[in-house]
Structure formats: structure tokens, C-alpha cells
């Protein structure tokens, strides 16, 4: 996809949002939105983001948040999905988790 513009006469450039696609060999557009009435700059961000950009806007001046701690879950998940699946193991579970003091249920 792409933006392209197409100059008009005595009017403004009509301005659109494009695809190519090959057809029998030969290379065609196909026009999916007329950008035209949007403002300008929505316009260049939106070209920004065809081109592999990333979206900043009021919030860009904001600092960004930074992460001081993070703890893992993922295995925490897998236990309670394997415990969840099989009834019979409950008891081998409890079992094992009640030789180790840090794990709970």
C-alpha cells in the first residue's frame, strides 16, 4: 500500500490511498480510500506508518514508563494447566509441591 497523489488542475491534488496488484502480467492500482479531506498531517502519518514508522503524537513529549521489576509466570501457568487437565494428578502434585516450601497453590 501506498499514498499516492494526483494533481488536478484547478482543484487541490487528490490524495489516495493505493494497493498494486499484477493482473495478466501487467501491474495495476486499485484505490482504497480518498485521503483528501483529511488534514495534512494525518496524511504524513499515516504515509509514516506505510513506510515501517511508529506512531507518536501529544504523547510523544511524555516520558516513557520503565519497567523496575518483572516476575516470570509463565511456568505458573503451565502447572496449573497441566493440574487443571488431568484429575488424577492432583494428588502427585500436592505431593510434590508440599516437599518445597517457596511453591504454593
Known amino acids: 500500500m501506498f499514498i499516492d497523489t494526483i494533481p488536478n488542475r484547478k482543484s487541490p491534488p487528490a490524495v489516495l490511498l493505493r494497493e498494486s496488484y499484477r493482473e495478466g502480467g501487467r501491474v495495476k492500482k486499485r484505490t482504497l480510500a ?3 479531506k483529511l488534514p495534512q498531517a494525518l496524511i504524513a502519518g499515516i504515509a509514516a506508518l506505510l513506510d515501517g514508522g511508529k506512531v507518536s503524537g ?3 513529549a511524555e516520558p516513557g514508563f520503565e519497567i523496575v521489576r518483572s ?3 509463565g511456568h505458573v501457568a503451565a502447572v496449573q494447566a497441566m493440574r487443571s487437565a488431568s484429575s488424577g494428578s492432583n494428588e502427585c502434585c500436592r505431593a510434590a509441591l508440599a516437599s518445597t ?3 504454593a497453590i
Do not use: F
Request: proline share 8%; net charge positive.
Open 34 to 36: 480518498n485521503l483528501s
Open 58 to 60: 501529544k504523547r510523544a
Open 71 to 73: 516476575l516470570p509466570h
Open 101 to 103: 516450601s517457596a511453591c
